[in-house]
């Protein structure tokens, strides 16, 4: 865990959409910024001593198929080889994942990658983009799929599952990877059937738990939840209680005394976030701005 006197570390993340894409780069982004910095790096040659002071790549999930790994990173494959080969993190997200298949970067001992949708009693058959019963950590959630993967044989630390019981999301060493879109965004749920499922939000913060896990704690003493920085946990739950009042009520004008029925105290959390602009970044920021009568104390305050 970082706490506010810690240094950030530095995260690199591969961008080619659509096969890595731009929208699962800027879910990761934003899931992980408030603890770590972010590098990005394309198929072009990355400079010398580009990944000296990375701790963790991450390759995200995207469209196509995850034979175009040779060309995609033919200018690059050494250096990142070198940076595996000397403790660096893997972190893979669906595309990703797949690609620490022996097939690709071969980075697992003894466990292979393979199509969830081809398993044995899979409950989703057919490649495309939608939402699926995952048990995390014992919760149960519904997380966003499109053609993922789970792994066979090995050992390995499981966090998440499939409805049949195939492994989701798994830990092995200096290597993690997940078979659904933690990184989704609210644009990725536009069908009807999609839409009661957004996570708000809640998906990014277990993917920064897990990315915490992955980067300070060796896999065979894992646990999960990890914490995260108490501001960023703050946002989270002031920012879902916010959308549920709004949603009710067409206002964020929270009377100061309200206390949601999970026991937050939004009318709190509301009034200190008016008079404290400076105390969100700038995509919180956006976030807040976008809501119905939301303002601004600080009328000096760049509201961006």
Known sequence: MLDSESVKKNIAIFLHHPKC???????????????????????????????????MVVFPGGEGDA???EHLLKENIDAIKKFLSQGGKYLGICMGAYWADAYYFDILQYTRVVQYIKRPQADVTHSYGTTMAISWQGQEKQMYFYDGCCYTGGEFKTIATYANGDPMAIIQGSVGLIGCHLESEQSWYLKKNQQPHWHRGEH????????????TTPVQEANFPKPVRGEYIDWIRGYLSLLDYVKEHQTTNVPHDYIDPK???????????????????????QKLNSLPNWHWLNATQDKR
């Not at 992980?32 to 590098?39: A, D, M, R, W």
């Not at 009034?271 to 995509?283: A, G, I, L, M, W």
Request: hydrophobic content about 40%.
């Open 21 to 55: 894409s731009i929208e699962s780069v800027n879910g990761i982004i934003r899931a992980l910024s408030p603890q770590y910095n972010i590098k990005i790096f394309t198929r072009h040659q990355v400079q010398d001593g580009f990944f000296d002071d990375v701790q």
């Open 67 to 69: 034979d175009s790994f």
């Open 204 to 215: 990014h913060l277990l993917l920064l738990e897990f990315v915490n896990a992955l980067l």
């Open 263 to 285: 026991g937050f105290l939004l009318g709190q959390w509301v009034d200190t976030k008016r008079q404290s602009p400076h105390s969100v970044d700038e995509y919180q920021q």
